[in-house]
């Protein structure tokens, strides 16, 4: 198995202008997102050696509801990383690989334009990452394939029947 980047774009967030765009937190529809990705990674049985978020409210938040259905284990993974916060590359994503196994998973919670031009950078195809969204990068050196690429509809077929059934969480 090789090294895996998983990017998972911060859930549906308060419209840019509600407050402060460092402080903008998820809408209950982001927050129902959040928590059907980490119900479908549980699912889906995947094991991260590290999880790092954008210190921006939108994304902690997505990296901590969806880490609540985790093991214990899995979510004390999950670290502030401030170069996700604007910027992002796909030099700064290899680097946050470094010191990690050669067969490690990482998960990025971060933002867009970024995450999508990582998985460009390092695959040298384009993507739209949405909000909510998941994709996985296959790492052999500094290049990569796409493996995976979800939206939150995707996500939530995933989770199943677990997800909170009050309002949709799919959509673009």
Do not use: C, Y
Request: no cysteine; glycine share 12%; aromatic share 2%.
């Amino acid at each position: 198995m090789a090294r895996q980047l998983w990017l998972l774009r911060h859930a549906e967030a308060e419209p840019h202008g509600a407050r402060e765009d460092s402080q903008r937190r998820l809408t209950t529809r982001g927050q129902q997102q959040a928590r059907a990705v980490g119900l479908a990674l549980a699912r889906l049985d995947v094991a991260f050696e590290g999880v790092l978020f954008s210190p921006k409210v939108r994304a902690r938040e997505t990296a901590e509801l969806a880490a609540e259905g985790w093991q214990t284990s899995q979510r004390e993974l999950l670290s502030v990383h401030a170069p996700l916060a604007a910027g992002f590359d796909g030099a700064q994503a290899l680097d946050a690989l470094a010191g990690l196994s050669a067969d490690a998973r990482l998960l990025l919670v971060g933002h867009e334009p970024d995450l999508s031009l990582v998985v460009g950078e390092l695959t040298g195809g384009r993507v739209d990452l949405k909000k909510g969204g998941l994709a996985v990068v296959r790492l052999q050196g500094a290049s990569g394939e796409l493996a995976v690429l979800m939206r939150p509809a995707e996500i939530v077929l995933i989770a199943g029947s677990a997800v909170n059934q009050g309002a949709p969480v799919g959509g673009e």
